[in-house]
């Protein structure tokens, strides 16, 4: 099967045909008629050995390689569009193909998002996604714009993700735990909703204390964290109790879960929302970033994801 072929075979018309997509698969560029609301772009990566283990199935793969995508969306309160999808592979494998297509195709379905373009090289498996969303003037939720005294909240659960790679890394079977690393779920809906609530927003990649960081950061101010109040799974709970290691939670990545804050007049709004949230801490004026154990103590974190660190 060459390059054309695989394309027609398992890209062109995967998702459904959006109105304002003039042109999709086929031409040189895709043509989009979007109207007048601003655009937001993201775009991630995924490569073999280092997201993802390189006999990861297929079809999750399409569903994570979308959602990390999404989940950036999510963080600035988007709704997400267009997809362009580059994908380079050792050969055109189709079972492997299929299991992909399908898993993309399913959540690009579900948010409405139309596949209208790409690129397909041989080479070492890598997977890039260009996620294109729109939003109204004024309702973009940034990483900047938290202010002391506001509340920090979580959505969903943290640390799931990354105790499932620190047991498949050691031998162990994740249970569980292997669908929030394997099919995270991003949370458009809610970024949507949070809108005119939050003053920040970011989604949790590279660990609560990296991500949390940049908001502290964008915004000039510090956040102090309780790590009582962080929501966790049963089996998150049960391993940080028999360890006394919160590692996976505070600097793990792969939670793709919304971090934002809202200052205290907003905070009525934000509970009538139908929207699973956990608030977790507080924005204090000095820099920094505190996690304070139960006893008092401040916890000291090690650093989340950096590449060529
Ligand atoms: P060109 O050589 O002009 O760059 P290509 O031959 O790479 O065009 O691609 C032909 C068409 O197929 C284009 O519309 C391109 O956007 C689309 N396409 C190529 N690879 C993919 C892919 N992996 N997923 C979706 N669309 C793709
Ligand atoms: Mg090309």
């Known amino acids: 099967m060459a390059e054309f072929d695989l394309i027609r075979r398992f890209f062109s018309g995967l998702t459904t045909a959006r109105a304002d997509v003039r042109l999709g698969i086929g031409d040189d560029c895709a043509l989009l008629a979007p109207g007048s609301q ?35 969306l ?25 299991g992909f297509s399908r898993g993309f195709g399913k959540l690009a ?55 499932a790679l620190q ?19 991003p949370r458009v809906e809610e970024g949507r909703a949070l809108r005119r609530i939050a003053s920040s927003c970011i989604d949790l990649s590279d660990g609560l204390s990296s991500d949390l960081g940049h908001i502290c950061n964008a915004s000039a ?17 049960e391993y940080v109790m028999m360890n006394h290691d919160w590692h996976p939670v505070v600097s793990g990545g792969d939670d793709y879960e919304l971090c934002f804050t809202v200052p205290p007049e907003q905070e009525a709004r934000l509970l009538r929302l139908p929207l699973s949230c956990t608030c977790i801490g507080e924005i204090v004026p000095d820099g920094g970033l505190y996690f304070v154990d139960t006893d008092g103590s401040r916890y000291a974190v090690k650093p989340g994801y950096e590449h060529f660190s």
């Open 109 to 163: 379905e579900h948010f409405g998002v139309q596949l209208i373009g790409g690129d397909t090289c041989q080479g070492p498996l890598s997977i890039s996604i260009q996620l294109t969303g729109h939003a109204p003037d004024s309702a973009v939720l940034r990483r900047s714009g938290a202010q002391p005294g506001d509340r920090i909240y979580v959505t969903g659960e943290l640390g799931a993700a990354a105790l």
């Open 221 to 237: 101010c510090g956040a102090v964290v309780e790590l009582a109040r962080l929501p966790l799974v049963q089996a998150v709970r």
């Open 167 to 185: 047991q498949i890394q050691h031998g162990d079977h994740p249970g569980a735990l292997r669908q929030a690393l394997e099919q995270p779920w």
């Open 38 to 72: 601003q655009l937001l772009m993201t775009l991630d990566t995924l490569v073999a050995g280092r997201h993802f283990l390189p006999d990861a199935d297929p079809q999750a793969l399409g569903h994570k390689a979308l959602a990390v995508n999404l989940s950036d």
């Open 74 to 98: 999510a963080a600035m309160g988007a709704d997400p569009a267009w997809a362009m999808l580059s994908l380079t592979m050792p050969k055109a494998d189709e079972l492997w193909l299929q």
